[in-house]
């Protein structure tokens, strides 16, 4: 099993009148990602996300890596995150 990387934040973009999320950032950390209210919303954007080929580089920036495979992970009730396995360990914020 590979590292989790978490997504930390999502930065929307506008692309003919309609909102597409385009930057993303990654954490180590599940408890500083972001997270979704419902498991429901939180697997529609997993699903959609990984729709966007997103490129996560290593934190030293030496390699990238095209994530398609999200998955929900429940941190607590009401609390869900989206991430994905990458081949190195993620930045961890504290």
């Avoid at 929307?12 to 597409?20: F, I, L, S, T």
């Avoid at 993303?24 to 697997?43: I, L, M, P, V």
């Avoid at 699903?47 to 607590?76: C, M, R, W």
């Avoid at 869900?80 to 961890?92: D, I, L, R």
Wanted: charged content about 30%.
């Amino acid at each position: 099993m590979m590292p989790k990387a978490y997504i930390n934040t999502m930065v929307p973009r506008k692309k003919k009148g309609e909102e597409q999320w385009t930057d993303f950032t990654f954490t180590g950390n599940a408890e500083k990602a972001a997270y979704w209210d419902t498991e429901h919303s939180a697997r529609l954007d997993s699903n959609y996300i990984g729709t966007l080929n997103v490129k996560i580089t290593s934190p030293d920036g030496s390699q990238h890596h095209v994530a398609k495979d999200f998955a929900v992970e429940e941190l607590a009730r009401d609390k869900f995150v989206v991430f994905c396995e990458v081949p190195w360990s993620p930045q961890v914020e504290k």
